[in-house]
């Protein structure tokens, strides 16, 4: 089971100083049985409290607020997880068989 360690970066430079702004964050890795997340870890510019809440999929999103005037923004993500195998279904119908198929259903929507 390989194991990653992923480091993403997300750099705001303002022209001119900004007083506030408002983000939202979709950095935040799913655990499921395709991977587990041993760690995250995220770093943002000013240490601003970021709150979390659960989309309608399931994923995390997170918000944050930074009031207080900046010329650069940065938002740092590093995670490391573990992946596991995913089987993949044998193809059983013809390639032939499958165009039909699509045929059949292309009228449909």
Not at 21 to 42: A, F, G, S
Not at 54 to 60: A, E, I, L, M, S
Not at 84 to 100: I, K, M, N, R, Y
């Amino acid at each position: 089971m390989p194991d990653y360690h992923i480091h993403h970066i997300t750099r705001y430079s303002y022209a001119s100083t900004v007083i506030d702004c408002t983000n939202q964050l979709m950095l935040y890795p799913l655990n499921d049985t395709l991977q587990e997340v041993k760690e995250h870890e995220l770093r943002i510019t000013g240490n601003p409290v970021v709150e979390t809440f659960t989309d309608y999929f399931g994923n995390k999103i997170g918000m944050f607020s930074l009031i207080k005037p900046h010329q650069e923004l940065v938002i740092e993500s590093e995670i490391r997880v573990t992946t596991f195998p995913v089987e993949v279904p044998p193809d059983t119908v013809s390639a032939e068989e499958q165009w039909l198929e699509l045929r059949r259903t292309d009228d449909s929507y």
